[in-house]
């Protein structure tokens, strides 16, 4: 049986004897204009499944078959992420997929977080379900903790497709120097602060981020050159998935060439600044502009 309470979060009960093991904090980093399980799950056809053995710990999902794709809300300990997956990007093995066209929640939920293939998924059914999932979107929602985006831009480069392909070895000294000013690059596994929603368990959303703790807030930047990269993956979904859910993204760009906030293909990012280093001769005394995205609202 698993029960949430009002005061903060889910937790389980039946399966370990430590409900605190159990408790999902009530406060998201989601945009506070943007509110997905009202928007396109309250009050319809869909299903919520949770699981206890997780590698990145308890989770509970929400799906709902749009016909042509699955839209799904996977919360964690510390992030809760939207995700729309075309159904011609779920595959099946063995003869299931010989046989039937079916997917079942567990395919669906690998596809948005492969770290959650092995966990053992079963359907919630609980008194006002709908309602307490909703409650779970309200603020307050950040509590001093955020998350943001932080994106390597080369010269030149002015899609997000482009950005997101860059390679941690690729960065300038530039930008090296900017991660150091920003925060402390800390290594994911075993670490015990705010981790933003990446895995510290099991190394899948990369070895090391970057943190910061400023007038006691912590930020867990998703920086696009530690996240994990395929070379298979032009659209590098890996990384989208994280920075994408994100409410604001910084660009470092290693010119100051403008950069129109649209490139990133997110309705949940609501605000994108730039930034650029001052270098020798430069007549201007600041390199750094910010915008707010149009896309974020439609």
Same mark, same amino acid.
């Not at 309470?5 to 989601?30: C, M, P, Q, R, V």
């Given at each position: ?34 509110i997905w399980y009202d928007q396109y799950f309250y009050g319809q056809a869909h299903q919520n499944f949770y699981a206890s053995d997780s590698a990145l710990g308890p989770v509970l999902v929400s799906i709902r078959d749009e016909g042509t794709a699955f839209r799904l809300i996977?919360?964690? /300990? /510390? +992030? ?19 046989f039937s066209s079916k997917k079942s929640p567990k395919e669906v939920i690998a596809v948005a977080r492969p770290e959650l293939s092995s966990a053992k998924f079963q359907l919630a059914s609980i ?29 030149? /480069? ?10 941690? +070895? ?53 920086? @696009? ?10 659209? /590098? ?10 409410? +604001? ?15 990133? +293909? ?13 270098? @020798?001769?430069? @007549? ?15």
């Open positions: 049986e698993m029960a949430l309470g009002f005061a903060g979060g889910f937790f389980a009960e039946g399966f370990t004897d430590d409900n605190s093991a159990w408790y999902i904090a009530k406060h998201y980093d989601l945009p506070l204009e943007y996977v919360r964690l /300990q /510390q +992030a809760m992420e939207a995700h729309l997956i075309d159904k011609k990007d779920i595959k099946s093995s063995g003869l299931k997929r010989i008194d006002r379900l709908e309602d307490r999932l909703r409650d779970l979107e309200r603020p307050n929602i950040f509590e001093d903790k955020y998350r943001i985006g932080l994106v390597y831009r080369k010269p030149g /480069q002015n899609t997000e497709n482009d950005m997101y392909n860059n390679l941690d +070895a690729d960065t300038s000294e530039d930008f090296k120097q900017f991660l150091r000013l920003m925060g402390e690059v800390v290594d994911l596994k075993g670490f015990k602060l705010y981790n933003g929603g990446l895995d510290t368990t099991n190394n899948m959303s990369g070895k090391q981020s970057l943190y910061t703790k400023f007038n006691d807030k912590e930020i867990m930047w998703h920086v @696009s050159t530690l996240l994990p990269f395929f070379a298979s993956d032009p659209q /590098q979904l890996e990384r989208k998935k994280h920075i994408g859910n994100d409410r +604001a993204v910084l660009v470092f760009s290693d010119d100051d060439s403008p950069l129109a906030p649209s490139v990133f +293909a997110s309705k949940a990012i609501h605000l994108v600044g730039v930034v650029s280093p001052l270098r @020798s001769g430069d @007549s201007t005394s600041s390199s750094s502009s910010s915008s707010s995205s149009s896309s974020s609202s439609s």
